[in-house]
Every structure is written in C-alpha cells, then in structure tokens.
C-alpha cells in the first residue's frame, strides 16, 4: 500500500483527507504536536459520523507519531508517498523549516508531492520559500467538507476519536503543481485541477468571507452556534450581501461567471445554514488577528472592490464586527482589543495589516451612526 503521512491529526486530517486516502487503499500515518492525541492514533481505528445520512464509517487501523520525536518522523517522511498537511495557515512557515532536512534528505530517492489543506491565501508560494527543492510538487487544496466535534452520545459509543463530517467528497488541488499525477488518478475525491491559482483566492473571498460575516456578526448579536447566526434574516441578509460583494469583485478581477459565483455563494450559505453541522461560533470567529490579514476573508475581498470602484458597504460591516470580537477564552481576541484599546482601531488595524489602502479607515465608523 502507497504511505501518506498526514501532518496535524485534527478533524480536517482524521475526517477528510483520511477518509479519502483509506477509502482508495492508502495506508495512513498522522504527525502532530499533540503527544496525546499521536499515541491515541497510534494503532488505532475511529468513526465518521456522515451528519447528512447518519452513516457511521470506519478508518484505519492508522498510526500516530508525536511531533517531537523528530528522528522517527523524519525516517517515515523518507519512505512516504505523500505528505499532506492540515496544520493551520499560520503554522506553515516554522513546519516547513522544521520539515526542510527531511524533505530534502527525501527527494534525493524520488520526487512527492506535498498537499496544503490549509486556510491561507497562498500556502505554496510560503512554503516553496523554505522548500525549495527539485522533485517536490508543492499543490494547495480547497478543504468544503466541514468536520466538527462529536456530540458525547458518540463519544460514549464510538470513543474519542470521532468526528462528525459534512456529506461533501472533492477536494480540489492545483493539478499543474504536483510531480506525481498518476500516484493519485485512483483516490476518489482527489480533483488535480489545471490554473488552480486563482481557486483558493475564490474560495476564502466566497466561503470564507460569508463565514466571517455569519460568525462575527452573530457573535454580536448572541449567538452560540453557526447555523444559528446564519438562519437569523438579519445576518443572512448581510452574508448575501457580502457574497455579492466579493463576487462582484472576483469577476472583475479573474473573470469568472456570474452564474457560476452566484452558485458558490449559495451553496456557501447553504452550509452554514445546515443545522446538523453543530459547528460553535466561537470555532469560527477564532483568531481575528489572522482572519484580519491584509490578503484575507474580510480585506481581501474589500480591498478588490475598492480597486475596482464597487459596493462594499456588507464587508465593511463585517470588518467591523470583527474589530468588535470579544473572546476571553481567545489569545489573539484579548491581544486585538487591548490593542484597540491602547490605539484605536485604525491604528490596531494598520499593525495587522500594514499596507491597508488609507480608505479603509473612513469604513470603521457606520455611516448612520
């Protein structure tokens, strides 16, 4: 069986790209930070519970390695088949340091491709900085399948390891980037696709961009759970407002199809709105301070509308719901707003992102108020 060695053994890398690699014969090898959780997997096989068709799945057995034992994970980078990752946007850059000796030591025995599961407006071109090796396919993914929590019915019946998935089965990547194209024509749901480039940027200006309107604004007006904020007309009329915002833009700017962007947002929407993905707001509105990156779900979109002369008054909200975020269990929330506090929002603002456009400012403050 073909090796894929999956780092971070979160509910995206157990209940997505697992599946699909166990389903088509892989054998799986997950690396985390999480000592616990690594030697939980060691072994082991857990449950997928589909939350649209109640079907519970099996996966494994799996292995787990922690991290920190950097030897035995660099032998098993240097018999892999594939590396994928599911680490977090903002972990990529000390992950492909950490990884550089072994994946060079690797590539001297063949070329592989490495996957980036990952929010982040461009993860190839950050990790191909500390990566930058001949016979190494450096491919970015969409992740759409939403993976969340079990409830403690199914983990008093299936154990700790489950994860509840969204009944969704592609996942896009940058075909024109991989080294080995015919190692993966035979994994269901693996979809190399050709001027993928463009793909992520549509995907955080859509999904997450709706996301982010949903979540930070229902988290003003007291919502607990996503599907709460996103079936409140109130939110939802926003969040459709921001999808047409950022569609506009993305169309001036790549061309692509109007019909074809209205059919993202709604499909986005759509999810969101699904009251069997138990998804808490708090995961959603996690980390404003990376979520308010220059290139991100909110700027990014806003920024090309400014470009581009359009309507922006639905993201504007929204980054104003996200410089409003207050979490006392988030870091990065306590971080943002003591340092509103201390300077303003424009200028806590200019320190997230330094080279905001100046029109920005003249959208924190609400037109009526």
Not at 223 to 239: K, Q, S, W
Request: glycine share 8%; proline share 5%; aromatic share 6%.
């Amino acid at each position: 069986m073909p090796l894929a060695v999956i780092f971070g053994a979160g509910k995206v890398g157990r209940g997505f790209l697992a599946q699909l690699l166990h389903d088509a014969g892989w054998e799986i090898h997950f690396v985390d930070r999480d000592a616990s959780l690594s030697r939980a997997l060691d072994g082991a096989t857990y449950k997928l519970c589909n939350l649209a068709t109640g079907e519970v799945s099996e996966i494994g057995p799996v292995r787990g390695t922690p991290d920190v034992l950097r030897g035995e994970v660099a032998a098993l980078v240097s018999v892999a088949d594939l590396l994928l990752t599911s680490i977090g946007g903002d972990n990529l850059a000390e992950w492909a340091e950490w990884m550089k000796e072994s994946i060079e030591c690797r590539v001297m025995f063949g070329p592989i491709d490495l996957i980036l599961c990952e929010n982040h407006p461009n993860p190839a071109a950050l990790v191909r900085q500390h990566l930058p090796f001949e016979g190494l396919g450096v491919a970015q993914a969409q992740v759409l399948r939403s993976c969340i929590e079990p409830t403690e019915e199914q983990v008093a019946e299936h154990g700790s390891l489950t994860v509840q998935v969204q009944d969704h089965w592609t996942l896009p990547l940058d075909g024109d980037a991989l080294v080995n194209p015919e190692l993966l024509k035979d994994v269901p749901g693996f979809e190399p696709r050709p001027d993928f480039a463009i793909e992520l940027t549509r995907k955080l200006y859509t999904y997450n961009a709706i996301n982010a309107a949903v979540c930070y604004l229902g988290a003003q007006a007291g919502h607990a759970m996503l599907a709460g904020a996103a079936n409140d007309e109130n939110i939802a009329t926003v969040a459709r407002a921001v999808g047409a915002e950022s569609s506009a833009a993305l169309i001036a700017e790549f061309g692509f199809a109007t019909d074809e962007q209205q059919e993202w947002c709604e499909r986005a929407l759509g999810k969101y709105q699904d009251e069997t993905i138990s998804d808490p707001i708090e995961r959603n509105c996690r980390d404003p301070i990376r979520t308010l990156g220059l290139h991100d779900r909110i700027l990014g979109p806003l920024h090309l509308c400014l470009q581009h002369g359009l309507p922006h008054s639905a993201l504007a909200a929204t980054l104003r719901g996200a410089l409003a975020y207050r979490e006392p269990s988030d870091l990065a929330s306590q971080t943002m707003q003591q340092t509103i506090a201390a300077h303003g929002e424009w200028n806590a603002l200019k320190l997230i992102a330094p080279d905001i456009d100046a029109r920005v400012e003249s959208l924190l403050t609400p037109i009526d108020s």
